[in-house]
């Protein structure tokens, strides 16, 4: 519960959204603690979900978009052959959407796109079959 994460996040909703999402997956971190130690726990752990739970999404899309470009455009109606993502880097320290930090390393989301752009990736997808068929 935090100012800073509150201020840092451009998208009308987006802290929500993020949550929601963690929530599906993870055990989130109640947004206060009883100490200061505490509270500092809290944070770290809510900002690796987030990250966690970033790299789920840009691995999740990516992946699905090269199974797509292996159909028929017209059919499967994905008409793409790539993607690029915002955004890469940060221009200050702080928790963002970047995938890679200010000072270079990389966060928890580009290991995931590398992965995902890997020559060679296999991906699974299940296909249900409706009752009517």
Not at 16 to 32: L, S, T
Not at 52 to 73: F, G, I, M, P, V
Request: hydrophobic share 40%.
């Amino acid at each position: 519960d935090s100012d800073l994460l509150a201020y840092r996040q451009r998208h009308e909703g987006g802290n929500d959204q993020v949550e929601a999402m963690m929530a599906r997956h993870f055990n989130v971190p109640p947004a206060n603690a009883t100490s200061e130690e505490g509270q500092q726990k809290v944070l770290d752990d809510y900002l690796w979900l987030t990250q966690l739970q970033q790299a789920r999404c840009y691995e999740t899309a990516l992946t699905q978009w090269r199974r797509l470009k292996s159909t028929d455009y017209m059919e499967s109606g994905a008409n793409t052959m790539g993607v690029l993502y915002w955004q890469l880097n940060d221009i200050w320290q702080g928790p963002s959407w970047a995938s890679v930090e200010y000072g270079g390393k990389w966060k928890v989301t580009q290991y995931a796109v590398k992965n995902a752009y890997a020559p060679l990736l296999v991906s699974a997808i299940e296909v249900r079959k409706s009752a009517a068929a």
